[in-house]
């Protein structure tokens, strides 16, 4: 499991790749799947924030943030594309930071990308989680690159063309 800063050091091509998808719209979006406590599926929109070579996310207490807190395995997939397959797709362990000040920054980045002048309602509520990224999948003209964390410092890319 890597901070995306690591995994940005480790395959700096598909993290750039991702950083883009995720931001294509000019603010960071994604679907956030996790594990119900009845073993289904769950998925919701959020914010992913890359702040401080960290990849975060402020979540409201809700059922996504329940999940996490008792099963941290996550999957953040990209919003499709109108003109295009390509996507970006990331599975991995959440972790809840109790650092203020790193609270502070991601905080400053979100109201920043949505150009606010201070927090919505109920913002100081919300908890700060950072996604450690274990596998990803790069998705592009039928292409797929896949990466997977098997150990702390060997790291396997995979290619292949999707069938048609």
């Known amino acids: 499991m890597l901070s995306w800063g690591r995994f940005r050091r480790s395959a700096p091509d598909l993290a750039s790749s991702g950083r883009a998808l995720l931001y294509r719209n000019g603010v960071g979006l994604a679907y956030l799947g996790t594990v119900r406590a009845d073993g289904g599926p769950r998925v919701h929109p959020v914010s992913p924030l890359l702040v401080e070579d960290g990849l975060?996310?402020?979540?409201?207490v809700s059922p996504k943030l329940e999940d996490l807190l008792r099963d941290d395995r996550f999957a953040l997939h990209t919003f499709p594309l109108?003109?295009?397959?390509?996507?970006f797709y990331l599975t991995g362990r959440a972790r809840f930071p109790r650092d203020q000040a790193l609270r502070r920054s991601v905080a400053a980045a979100f109201l920043a990308?949505?150009?606010?002048?201070?927090?919505?309602?109920?913002?100081?509520q919300h908890v700060l989680v950072e996604l450690h990224v274990e596998t990803?999948?790069?998705?592009?003209?039928?292409?797929?690159?896949?990466?997977a964390a098997?150990?702390?410092n060997l790291?396997?890319?995979g290619r292949h063309r999707?069938?048609?």
């Open 136 to 147: 990803c999948v790069l998705s592009r003209a039928g292409e797929q690159i896949t990466w």
């Open 155 to 157: 790291h396997e890319i």
């Open 113 to 124: 990308e949505r150009a606010l002048s201070g927090p919505p309602p109920g913002f100081g």
């Open 56 to 60: 975060f996310t402020l979540l409201m």
């Open 82 to 87: 109108q003109d295009a397959e390509d996507a």
């Open 150 to 152: 098997a150990e702390p």
């Open 162 to 164: 999707a069938m048609r």
